[in-house]
T-cell receptor
Framework: DTEVTQTPKHLVMGMTNKKSLKCEQHMGHRAMYWYKQKAKKPPELMFVYSYEKLSINESVPSRFSPECPNSSLLNLHLHALQPEDSALYLC???????????????FGPGTRLLVL | KQEVTQIPAALSVPEGENLVLNCSFTDSAIYNLQWFRQDPGKGLTSLLLIQSSQREQTSGRLNASLDKSSGRSTLYIAASQPGDSATYLCARLMYSGGGADGLTFGKGTHLIIQP
């Protein structure tokens, strides 16, 4: 099973709302990722968690707050977003073997976010 | 940050043709190269991963090659089918490659296979 699930599939929120995106995997992977993909653009990395610790933050604004409660679950908390934050938010996971170059990242279907 | 370039940006061919998608990268110190497929509005499906010590990988009608010295990878699709229509993205690791590391993506090739 190479499935990464994401909920919700779609989300519409106002600029004053607080919402959360959820990502789950049951492959025993120890690395989890958030990417943002704007329309007709490639995905761009936001955050990386390795063994439940934040290891990479690509200078993401603080209105995006990641959380990794356990090795299977990754959340992205959203607060005071702007319309330009509207995008497809993709979660991914990988084994985190600590060996360079051997890992495949598996992606979920994404959450399509619209900020009004 | 490493650059990844994909050519062509778009490609439309009749069903049954063999085709080649190209990916180039700026730094030969690459750990792996991963090819993905993305259908409209969907997530990414991993197709093939080539480690730096490998020259090619095959999965069904797909064959991906890696030439570190020239900074290029190609994805070969044999006997194309309408179901192959999608955007194909190549990606390399962003930083050290030692475990959990983000991917830098090319802009993709939008492929249409005409029935």
């Amino acid at each position: 099973d190479t499935e990464v699930t994401q909920t919700p599939k779609h989300l519409v929120m106002g600029m004053t709302n607080k919402k959360s995106l959820k990502c789950e995997q049951h492959m025993g992977h120890r690395a989890m990722y958030w990417y943002k993909q704007k329309a007709k653009k490639p995905p761009e990395l936001m955050f990386v968690y390795s063994y439940e610790k934040l290891s990479i933050n690509e200078s993401v604004p603080s209105r995006f707050s990641p959380e990794c409660p356990n090795s299977s679950l990754l959340n992205l908390h959203l607060h005071a977003l702007q319309p330009e934050d509207s995008a497809l938010y993709l979660c991914a996971s990988s084994q985190d073997l600590r060996v360079a170059g051997q890992e495949t990242q598996y992606f979920g279907p994404g959450t399509r976010l619209l900020v009004l | 940050k490493q650059e990844v370039t994909q050519i062509p940006a778009a490609l439309s061919v009749p069903e049954g043709e063999n085709l080649v998608l190209n990916c180039s990268f700026t730094d030969s110190a690459i750990y792996n190269l991963q090819w993905f497929r993305q259908d409209p509005g969907k997530g990414l499906t991993s197709l093939l991963l080539i480690q730096s010590s490998q020259r090619e990988q095959t999965s069904g009608r797909l064959n991906a090659s890696l030439d570190k010295s020239s900074g290029r990878s190609t994805l070969y699709i044999a006997a194309s089918q309408p179901g192959d229509s999608a955007t194909y993205l190549c990606a390399r690791l962003m930083y050290s490659g030692g475990g959990a590391d983000g991917l830098t993506f090319g802009k993709g090739t939008h492929l249409i296979i005409q029935p």
